[in-house]
């Protein structure tokens, strides 16, 4: 299991820095003591939980595109990283459609910009995880979860860019990396909840977004099934992962990262339990607005993770939304984010 003492010195470049999850990683890892640098585009929204974290003047943060690749090695260089978290990425199904080619630049191109990066390095980093995504699976609607095997075969541009991203790690890590001593992962992850997601098209962030203007909250697929987990709990396996993998190359691979399997459960169960924690009389609405294919059933079985680390996820989908009103709660009664997300990650970390 890991421990986040490891991390204190340790050059650590993060791409997705500004995003949600990638905020929540930086406040992790200025916490943990290291020389952290991280490389993206601008906030992607207002207002945006980077600014809020408070975690800018502890760190490098480079502001730049993955699709532009001397401006990136230009930061990777400069960083000199003994890990690589790769997390930036055009994260939208809907997205997606509207945008289906800035989608695979982003997604597959900026992959391959990283990699290339990591390749080309005077001093390469010992330890590289890719994020991607539950949705990288051929997705067949069948009721048990998928494994790191299954065949990957997203549906949407946004799923699909995910698999190409994987075929991409495998392809660098069997035909440089692993003879440079490098050690790559890629790491699936399920849906994530928390404090913070300002993103559109997201569920919980149109929860607060509808409870914020006393409206109800609008449903698109109530009955669709999704792998919820708070946030926390992949960036724990991200890191996880990458520390073990530092120590001991071996156990590079490719790993699901998800709740246990009574904690799968369907968009209209997590918006009850959020109307539930938020109170003051929230609502939901089930209105099909027509838009795009998504998956209807997605499972995710994590039994690999837990058999190599004995890793387990920490918080039930219960507490996941709870923790995320409570952060709502006290970011709307203006309180200090920083504290509140520091309080949450011990109250995580000590679980």
């Known amino acids: 299991m890991m421990e986040l003492s490891f991390y204190r010195g340790k050059r650590v470049f993060v791409t997705g820095h500004t995003g949600f999850k990638g905020s929540w990683l930086c406040r992790l890892l200025v916490g943990a003591g290291a020389e952290l640098t991280g490389y993206s585009l601008p906030a992607p929204t207002r207002p945006d939980l980077f600014s809020l974290a408070g975690v800018e003047e502890r760190m490098t943060s480079v502001i730049g595109d993955v699709r532009d690749p001397e401006s990136l090695k230009a930061a990777f260089d400069r960083a000199q990283p003994e890990i690589v978290l790769h997390l930036a990425a055009q994260p939208i199904v809907r997205e997606s459609y509207r945008d289906p080619v800035g989608t695979y630049q982003t997604n597959v191109m900026g992959t391959v910009n990283l990699l290339e990066c990591v390749r080309t390095a005077a001093r390469p ?8 995504t539950d949705k990288v699976y051929r ?3 069948w009721a048990w979860g998928y494994r790191e095997n299954e065949p990957l075969d997203g549906f949407d541009p946004y799923s699909n860019s995910k698999s190409c991203s994987e075929l991409v790690t ?3 890590k069997s035909s440089f990396l692993d003879d440079m001593g490098v050690a790559v992962s890629t790491a699936r992850a399920g849906n994530v909840i928390g404090g913070g997601d300002f993103a559109a098209d997201r569920i919980l962030p149109d929860c607060v977004r509808a409870v914020q203007k006393g409206e109800p909250i609008v449903v698109r697929h109530p009955h669709s099934t999704r792998p919820y987990q708070h946030v926390l709990e992949p960036l724990y396996a991200y890191l996880m992962i990458a520390q073990a993998q530092y120590q001991d190359p071996s156990l590079a691979d490719f790993y699901n990262v998800g709740p246990d399997e009574g904690d799968c459960v369907t968009t209209g169960q997590i918006v009850d339990r959020f109307c539930a924690c938020f109170g003051e009389d929230a609502t939901w609405i ?7 294919h998504e998956a209807n059933f997605l ?14 996820p920490r918080w039930s989908v219960d507490t996941a939304v709870a923790k995320t009103v409570e952060w709502t709660k006290c970011w709307l009664a203006g309180e200090s ?3 509140v997300m520091d309080r949450q990650i011990r109250e995580f970390l000590q679980k």
């Open 125 to 132: 980093p010992r330890s590289v995880v890719n994020v991607t």
């Open 139 to 141: 997705n067949n609607e």
């Open 170 to 172: 495998h392809s660098y």
């Open 286 to 292: 089930d209105r099909d607005d027509g838009g795009p």
């Open 299 to 312: 499972k995710l079985d994590c039994s690999k993770l837990k058999s190599v680390f004995g890793w387990r």
């Open 337 to 339: 984010v920083p504290d």
